[in-house]
């Protein structure tokens, strides 16, 4: 289900930061969403710090309306164009986006970065994101290195979609 011409990926600004923000109300969800270098409850100032926003190409998913309805970041890790921070507004759910900002964010961040590998990380209990991330033709793979949350595994797609 493609929406492409009515929803646009853009970078981030503070303003939109702000919006996501809401969409997060204890240390738990934002644990879940940003992992443990993330501090709640969110400040704009430090969340650019923690999550390294300059460096990881933070976008937002945005309607006809400029109304934010989800957030992602991209990064090149071990050769894969990474996803990280990936969140859809709770009121917008099941309802596409989440497939749409995954894939306007690789095709901006492969083009960008020149890879053709796809990575990601996801909690296992986060059963809709997995079954997300499985349909766009991720999977489950072992990570190099220790992840520093419980729960977490490491995600790759080895090639582009045709």
Not at 26 to 45: D, F, H, M, N, R
Not at 106 to 127: R, T
Request: net charge positive.
């Amino acid at each position: 289900m493609s929406m492409g011409g009515s929803l646009q990926l853009k970078p981030c600004t503070d303003q939109e930061l702000v919006a996501v923000f809401r969409w997060f109300k204890s240390t738990q969800a934002v644990l879940y969403w940003a992992g443990p270098e993330v501090s709640y409850p969110l400040q704009i100032k430090r969340f650019k710090q923690e999550s390294k926003f300059d460096k990881s190409h933070s976008h937002v998913l945005i309607n006809q309306a400029n109304q934010v309805l989800a957030f992602g970041q991209y990064y090149q890790r071990l050769d894969c164009c990474h996803l990280g921070r990936l969140v859809v507004a709770p009121n917008h759910r099941k309802q596409g986006i989440g497939q749409e900002l995954v894939a306007q964010l690789l095709a901006l961040g492969q083009q960008h970065l020149g890879l053709d590998h796809a990575s990601l990380f996801v909690l296992k209990d986060n059963l809709p994101a997995m079954r997300l991330y499985q349909k766009l033709g991720f999977v489950e793979t072992n990570y190099p290195q220790t992840i520093p949350l419980e729960n977490c595994i490491y995600m790759v797609r080895h090639q582009k979609p045709d």
